[in-house]
């Protein structure tokens, strides 16, 4: 997380406050598939690795949410209002939104 570490330190937000949107990464490929094919998206190659030291599938979801709960540990005490929304995608099995 150090681009997240860099832009905090960076930023000087005055009287803004933060909103980060943090969607957990729910396994390499969509780890892979974020980086590679949505922009505007920044997953840094050591997130990638990290990832994907894993085998399992499960074992790869356990390694998102954990990347995901130490970047809102974060960026909770910056400055604004207190709290924290995090996006998780919908899940059908597959990884993809069911249709509505």
């Given at each position: 997380?150090?681009?997240?570490?860099s832009f905090l330190e960076r930023v000087d937000l005055g009287n803004m406050h933060l909103i980060a949107g943090i969607w957990p990464l729910v396994s390499l490929r969509n780890a892979e598939f974020m980086k590679n094919e949505v922009p505007g998206?920044?997953?840094?190659?050591?997130?990638?690795?990290?990832?994907?030291?894993?085998?399992?599938?499960?074992?790869?979801?356990?390694?998102?949410?954990?990347?995901?709960?130490?970047?809102?540990?974060?960026?909770?005490?910056?400055?604004?209002?207190?709290?924290?929304?995090?996006?998780?995608p919908l899940w059908t099995g597959r990884g993809w939104p069911a249709p509505s």
């Amino acid at each position: 997380m150090p681009s997240l570490e860099s832009f905090l330190e960076r930023v000087d937000l005055g009287n803004m406050h933060l909103i980060a949107g943090i969607w957990p990464l729910v396994s390499l490929r969509n780890a892979e598939f974020m980086k590679n094919e949505v922009p505007g998206v920044y997953v840094p190659d050591e997130l990638i690795r990290e990832i994907g030291r894993f085998e399992s599938k499960e074992d790869q979801l356990k390694a998102g949410v954990d990347i995901a709960r130490r970047m809102v540990d974060r960026v909770l005490p910056c400055p604004g209002p207190p709290g924290e929304r995090t996006l998780r995608p919908l899940w059908t099995g597959r990884g993809w939104p069911a249709p509505s």
